[in-house]
């Protein structure tokens, strides 16, 4: 089975400051990676996903992340945050040949942009 | 266009009461997730439907949990007697078979169910 961390539970960041989120996983084959956010009083919504080719992945709202096979890791970054990025982001996997069932959480990092 | 709605948003009760927590998911998608966020474990899958059919249930914690999807348009989950450890946020999620395949899921904003 399929696992993800993300190491950082919590992280405050002033604004225009970069940003990049840590997700790491734990599976033999291949996978399919995800990063969804949810803001306060909102709920979970995709941001980006990663299924093949270009291991650099752009999102909406200047999201980026970098998947690094050799590394089992699938990073967040965005260059400079805003007030508004102040939300929870969660990094999922999901098995090569099964999207979205057998989707995998990690345990989210809280983020929050100081004005 | 109404995304998934989840009801109570909020609850608290007692040990041993038991909690009912609701999902209607979007109008025509045919596949519905029960998930359990908490601090130590993130969020867990406790178990999907697929045209109103359990198709994988081995996250349900225990016994005391049961999940039903009596039609397209709602489905419960239950827990028999609550227990203190059952605080969490239980979301629900829903997807059309086409959408699974890219990942994307369509969440509610959760119940946070609290058990003194």
């Known amino acids: 089975a399929q696992s993800v961390s993300q190491h950082n539970h919590h992280v405050i960041l002033s604004e225009a400051a970069s940003l990049e989120l840590g997700c790491n996983y734990s599976y033999g084959g291949t996978v399919n990676l995800f990063w969804y956010v949810q803001y306060p009083g909102q709920h979970l919504q995709l941001l980006l996903k990663y299924f093949s080719g270009d291991p650099l992945v752009k999102g909406i709202k200047g999201f980026e992340a970098e998947f690094i096979k050799s590394k089992f890791s699938f990073n967040l970054r965005k260059p400079s945050v805003q007030w508004s990025d102040t939300a929870e982001y969660f990094c999922a996997v999901s098995p090569g040949n099964n999207a979205g069932n057998m989707l995998t959480f990690g345990g989210g990092t809280r983020l929050m942009v100081k004005p | 266009d109404a995304g998934v709605i989840q009801s109570p948003r909020h609850e608290v009760t007692e040990m041993g009461q038991e909690v009912t927590l609701r999902c209607k998911p979007i109008?025509?998608?045919?596949?519905l997730f029960w998930y359990r966020q908490t601090m130590m474990r993130g969020l867990e899958l406790l178990i999907y439907f697929n045209n109103n059919v359990p198709i994988d249930d081995s996250g349900m914690p225990e016994d005391r949990f049961s999940a039903k999807m009596p039609n397209a348009s709602f489905s419960t989950l239950k827990i028999q007697p609550s227990e203190p450890r059952d605080s969490a946020v239980y979301f629900c999620a829903s997807s059309l078979i086409r959408q699974l395949y890219t990942g994307e899921l369509f969440f509610g904003e959760g119940s946070r169910l609290t058990v003194l």
């Open positions: 109008s025509g998608h045919d596949y």
